[in-house]
């Protein structure tokens, strides 16, 4: 473990890069992260470094950063043409960080390849598409997990994280925007050694299932590395609460979600003591690009080359890489089945698909795809006795893509998955910006349903592609269409792309960055762990971790004490196996250690029954318990149960009317409808548990009970609550904080007012018991004099009444160890009152 950390970044040696002119502050930065530069690099002997450098207009990094505040700096690895010849220096590092605001990660050429080509797109890339591991050697393919791989992946995640310690200064605002999944570990590398940094990562990829993330080894490994981040993008809201479930499902972690002032969802996830937002972002096209592309003289000639060679046809455009989930060959075989239905489209209609180089696949598998592509293209272009399919091999020219754009009539994706897809986008931009008397104007756009753009083109025709049937008369509808249709559709289209551009995109995910992690300057923060289970543990300045240390001499001074302990997650572990949770011998024999003090003054305070606490601790013979959130009060084991008729009446057993009978029945309808999760009818309140049920799909199933109950009873003396895998109807003035104040009350009158009190528990129930003690330690009379408050949780929350906490169940065992061995323990008469 390691302490708490109160400076920005450690080891910062950012004064040697760039530093500001003197006595000037510098402006915040945003450090843009992404696995190569905004770059190009061509060879130049007179170079002193062989490469002439220029900022690669077309680099998806640079074109999202347009609407960030300057300056930008761009951390990345260099051009693929320039990496394995140039030897990294200090003169390229300063130079290229002068010329263009971009500072090198050097990283071996076999770590790269491992890295980039092995763990990255061989591995995680099938994998966040949806893709599972094979389970035979067999069909081992290029899906088997290699360690050497993930080494490489961790290595080169921590040498980025490096580099942008060099150059981020978060006391001075500056905040980093990571890209993509191939830097999932960087948030956590950032948040070691620079704790206060405000991280967002935009994953550019989907992001799958639970079911098929649980398939990766080190599941718990990257997801714990993305929640090290403050603000977490998607494209899509599937994907958002795909990756929300994981969380959720293998991490244990509580998922809120909230609504924007925007009217968007925010799901929140608490991840130690920060608050970790999940959103939603949409990724739109570079319309300064656009055009500029549209304008060159070498989209001017090839628009009239196009123009030219299918004059009178109607043109039709796909663009994809060449890889298996781009869905080229469902493409091709839509077409075949839409001439051999309509033979005079064949004279009609011509496709013309470019091939962009494979970037996810092996040369093997992409050559295999092209071959098929090859084949059927053969085969339509024979049977149409003309040339219906042309096939262009890339890479092609941004410039020569986008007069293809603006000539085309029809535009067609047909991917069985893709992150985003904005190639509907450039085809919109295009036919709506160009100027050319020979193209422009309204346009059709056919997209697959599993493309993450089908949600955002409502004017698009959104097809399965993996239905032939479907996707061939939907390339029809979209030939044929009329002129009034088109032109509504494609007005639809091009108002989304217009209001959502790269330079919006940039705005809002830095407006939410700076939302996200407004609070980190005030945190302090404590790491714990080796390694890549490493994390570094957030909380408020006046939050601390309570140790014996800090309660000892208040302990030891004190001549009547209070110890206050919740039982479920304080006192033992939360298990799902509800045989296991009775207490242990360990936990029993302390107890009595304490209760054996004749200082001390000791309650287990819990929501369970009281003829199942009586059982538990009946070893425990001058123990105090508060039963039903206190509802039921005995001060030792032979001492007479005491109830609180004065503030709520018991629950009536078989009611038919009432709010009993309400609850009771949308309690056995959730139980009925939630496998795993049963009903617990007590003396004075009902619950219903879920913590043996689905970790996904019960806690949606809670927030629906507990709002219908809370309509329900609005007007009924039994306000519902929920808590950590329970959704709970108590009557009326019953809780912890009331029983607290009743056992203070009850100290008081016998003149024994406690000057020293420990309060421990872990969920929503028990802050009223630390309100409780705060508002008796300001009042007075129920505290003696001066008195020392130490109220605790287990588990760090993003806010508490408490002042301090600990981690887990076994800090709170260790803690009431401690003080049992200090306190000068002699056998004395309980605390009956």
Same mark, same amino acid.
């Given at each position: 473990m390691q302490g708490s950390s109160s400076s920005s970044c450690v080891n910062n040696p950012s004064s040697s890069l760039a530093p500001p002119p003197p006595d000037v502050p510098a402006p915040p930065r945003r450090v843009v992260v992404a696995h190569r530069l905004p770059l190009r690099a061509s060879p130049d002997p007179g170079s002193p470094f062989g490469f002439a450098f220029s900022l690669d207009p077309d680099a998806l990094p640079l074109q999202l950063s347009r609407g960030l505040p300057a300056p930008v700096t761009y951390v990345g690895v260099l051009p693929a043409s320039a990496a394995s010849e140039i030897v990294p220096s200090d003169d390229l590092d300063d130079y290229l960080l002068q010329k263009f605001s971009c500072l090198p990660v050097h990283l071996a050429g076999d770590v790269h390849r491992d890295f980039y080509d092995g763990f990255c797109k061989?591995?995680?890339?099938?994998?966040?598409?949806?893709?599972?591991?094979?389970?035979?050697?067999?069909?081992?393919?290029?899906l088997r997990f290699e360690g050497g791989e993930y080494g490489a992946f961790v290595a080169a995640n921590r040498r980025f994280a490096d580099r942008v310690i060099q150059v981020v200064s978060p006391d001075d605002g500056d905040l980093v925007v990571v890209h993509d999944y191939h830097l999932c570990f960087l948030p956590a590398f950032l948040r070691r050694k620079c704790p206060r940094a405000g991280v967002g990562l935009f994953l550019h990829s989907p992001f799958p299932s639970a079911e098929t993330f649980l398939s990766v080894p080190v599941r718990f490994e990257l997801l714990r590395g993305l929640l090290n981040a403050d603000l977490l993008g998607f494209h899509t809201p599937d994907y958002a609460r795909n990756f929300a479930s994981s969380c959720s499902r293998h991490l244990s972690a509580a998922v809120t979600t909230t609504t924007s002032s925007g009217g968007g969802g925010i799901i929140s996830m608490n991840y130690h003591g920060r608050a970790v937002q999940v959103r939603v972002f949409s990724v739109g096209v570079d319309m300064g690009r656009v055009r500029a592309a549209l304008g060159s003289p070498e989209a001017a000639a090839k628009a009239r080359e196009i123009a030219d060679t299918y004059r009178g046809r109607v043109l039709m455009v796909g663009v994809d890489d060449v890889d298996h989930l781009k869905g080229v060959n469902l493409k091709l075989l839509a077409m075949e089945r839409m001439l051999e239905a309509d033979a005079d489209m064949r004279r009609r209609v011509v496709l013309v698909q470019i091939n962009n180089p494979a970037r996810s696949i092996t040369a093997g598998d992409a050559a295999a795809v092209r071959r098929e592509a090859e084949r059927i293209k053969d085969r339509i272009n024979r049977r149409a006795a003309a040339p219906v399919v042309v096939m262009v091999d890339g890479p092609v020219p941004m410039p020569v893509k986008a007069a293809y754009y603006a000539a085309a009539d029809c535009c067609v994706v047909a991917a069985v998955r893709d992150g985003l897809n904005r190639i509907p986008y450039f085809y919109t931009a295009c036919r709506e910006e160009s100027s050319s008397p020979v193209s422009g104007g309204a346009g059709?756009?056919?997209?697959?349903?599993?493309?993450?753009?089908?949600?955002?083109?409502?004017?698009?025709?959104?097809?399965?592609?993996?239905?032939?049937?479907?996707?061939?008369?939907?390339?029809?509808?979209?030939?044929?269409?009329?002129?009034?249709?088109?032109?509504?559709?494609?007005?639809?289209?091009?108002?989304?792309?217009?209001?959502?551009?790269?330079?919006?995109?940039?705005?809002?995910?830095?407006?939410?960055?700076?939302?996200?992690?407004?609070?980190?300057?005030?945190?302090?923060?404590?790491?714990?762990?080796?390694?890549?289970?490493?994390?570094?543990?957030?909380?408020?300045?006046?939050? !601390?971790?309570? +140790?014996?240390?800090?309660?000892r001499p208040a302990y030891r001074a004190a001549a009547r004490r209070l110890v206050l302990l919740d039982y479920d997650g304080t006192l033992v572990p939360e298990v799902s196996d509800e045989r296991e949770r009775a207490p242990g011998d360990a936990v029993i024999g302390l107890l009595n250690e304490l209760c054996g003090d004749p200082k001390n003054v000791v309650f287990v305070v819990s929501g369970r029954r009281r003829d199942q606490l009586a059982a538990w601790f009946a070893p425990c013979e001058?123990?105090?318990?508060?039963?039903?959130?206190?509802?039921?009060?005995?001060? +030792?084991?032979?001492?007479?149960? !005491?109830?609180?008729?004065?503030?709520?009446?018991?629950?009536?057993?078989?009611?038919?009317?009432?709010?009993?009978?309400?609850?009771?029945?949308?309690?056995?309808?959730?139980?009925?409808?939630?496998?795993? +999760?049963?009903?617990?009818?007590?003396?004075?309140?009902?619950?219903?548990?879920? !913590?043996?049920?689905?970790?996904?799909?019960?806690?949606? !199933?809670?927030?629906?009970?507990?709002?219908?109950?809370?309509?329900?009873?609005?007007?009924?003396?039994?306000?519902?609550?929920?808590?950590?895998?329970?959704?709970?109807?108590?009557?009326?003035?019953?809780?912890?904080?009331?029983?607290?104040?009743?056992?203070?009350?009850?100290?008081?009158?016998?003149?024994?007012?406690?000057?020293?009190?420990?309060?421990?528990?872990?969920?929503?129930?028990?802050?009223?018991?630390?309100?409780?003690?705060?508002?008796?330690?300001?009042?007075?009379?129920?505290?003696?004099?001066?008195?020392?408050?130490?109220?605790?949780?287990?588990?760090?929350?993003?806010?508490?009444?408490?002042?301090?906490?600990?981690?887990?169940?076994a800090d709170v065992v260790g803690l009431l160890g401690a003080l049992a061995r200090c306190g000068g323990a002699s056998p004395a008469a309980g605390p009956s009152e």
């Open positions: 061989r591995y995680l890339w099938p994998l966040l598409h949806y893709l599972r591991p094979p389970f035979t050697p067999a069909d081992a393919g290029n059709a756009v056919v997209v697959s349903e599993f493309a993450g753009c089908a949600a955002t083109l409502g004017g698009a025709i959104r097809v399965n592609p993996c239905d032939a049937e479907a996707l061939a008369a939907a390339m029809r509808a979209a030939v044929t269409m009329g002129a009034e249709e088109r032109a509504a559709r494609h007005r639809e289209n091009y108002g989304y792309l217009r209001a959502h551009d790269a330079k919006a995109w940039a705005r809002a995910f830095d407006a939410a960055l700076e939302v996200a992690c407004r609070d980190l300057p005030l945190m302090r923060f404590v790491g714990v762990g080796l390694g890549m289970t490493y994390r570094a543990m957030a909380h408020r300045p006046d939050f !601390q971790m309570l +140790s014996a240390a800090h309660v001058r123990l105090g318990v508060c039963a039903e959130h206190g509802y039921f009060t005995r001060w +030792s084991r032979d001492d007479p149960w !005491q109830v609180m008729s004065d503030k709520a009446a018991p629950l009536v057993r078989g009611a038919t009317s009432g709010w009993e009978a309400v609850a009771e029945h949308a309690m056995r309808h959730y139980t009925e409808a939630t496998p795993g +999760s049963y009903m617990e009818v007590k003396e004075t309140a009902m619950a219903w548990h879920y !913590q043996n049920a689905d970790p996904v799909v019960s806690p949606c !199933q809670a927030r629906e009970l507990h709002a219908h109950l809370a309509r329900a009873l609005a007007d009924e003396p039994a306000p519902v609550a929920i808590g950590t895998h329970v959704v709970e109807v108590n009557p009326k003035g019953v809780n912890k904080g009331v029983a607290v104040e009743g056992v203070l009350a009850a100290m008081a009158r016998r003149g024994k007012s406690p000057e020293m009190v420990l309060c421990a528990g872990d969920g929503e129930d028990d802050e009223a018991m630390f309100a409780a003690l705060g508002r008796a330690s300001k009042a007075g009379g129920a505290l003696a004099a001066g008195a020392s408050v130490f109220a605790c949780t287990v588990g760090k929350k993003a806010t508490s009444a408490a002042a301090f906490y600990v981690e887990e169940p």
